[in-house]
């Protein structure tokens, strides 16, 4: 009985978080939403072996979708689930919708693509395509970089060409450093961690770069200035 109650509870709260967060918004524009139960069953229930790292806003893990084959399941694509913590609501945009669905559907070949949302939990949890090469902070920082600097400058111009291309969304990403730019096999820049930004209002954005100012991370020298991003 007792059981059976707290089962009934899970699935009416999934229910009011979905709708809350604009679940019906995102079914009319054919984004690809997904199930909560899914998502653990991709990280194998948030293994630690598949954690990629912590954040402010929340932890990341690898994981592997299934998808049905002739009545088959067949471990298909790899993605990266970025699970959110439980911050408290008043931090999350009410244009946020607007805005995840512009990134949904912009095509830019230097910012990590966007592939689906999970609404089921207080705080959207945000789904990404997988870029093998890891972190441009872990190529600078290995025993021996192989870096040039043709590399480098070609690293730069493609990050700026992707921050040039958010802004002219009117997304402020809010913490780029050499963490957030991920490389792929063939070290092309891919701009992660907008979906942080976009989740935080204009009034709460500072909260980003803030969240790491005791530790030896990179903060913008202009926000340290100015107090806004």
């Known amino acids: 009985m007792i059981a059976s109650v707290s089962f009934t509870m899970r699935v009416r709260l999934k229910r009011i978080n979905f709708r809350r967060n604009g679940g019906e918004f995102f079914l009319e524009r054919k984004v690809r939403i997904f199930l909560e139960l899914e998502l653990a069953k991709a990280t194998n229930n948030y293994d630690y072996r598949n954690k990629l790292g912590n954040g402010g806003f929340g932890s990341v893990h690898k994981g592997t979708l299934e998808k049905h084959k002739d009545t088959v399941v067949v471990w298909d694509t790899m993605v990266v689930v970025k699970k959110p913590k439980d911050v408290d609501k008043s931090l999350i945009n009410k244009d946020f919708q607007r805005e995840l669905e512009i990134l949904m559907k912009t095509r830019c070949k230097n910012v990590v693509k966007l592939k689906g949302i ?112």
């Open 118 to 229: 999970c609404l089921e939990t207080k705080i959207p949890s945000l789904v990404y395509e997988y870029i093998p090469n890891g972190t441009l902070f872990r190529l600078i920082h290995q025993n021996e970089p192989t870096i040039s600097w043709e590399e480098r400058f070609k690293i730069a111009t493609e990050a700026a060409h992707a921050l040039k291309h958010m802004h002219s969304k009117k997304i402020c990403h809010g913490n780029i450093k050499s963490a957030t730019i991920l490389l792929d096999q063939n070290n092309s820049v891919k701009i992660s961690d907008f979906g942080t930004s976009i989740l935080m209002s204009p009034k709460h954005r500072h909260i980003v770069a803030t969240q790491k100012e005791d530790s030896s991370s990179y903060i913008d020298p202009e926000y340290l200035i100015t107090r806004e991003l």
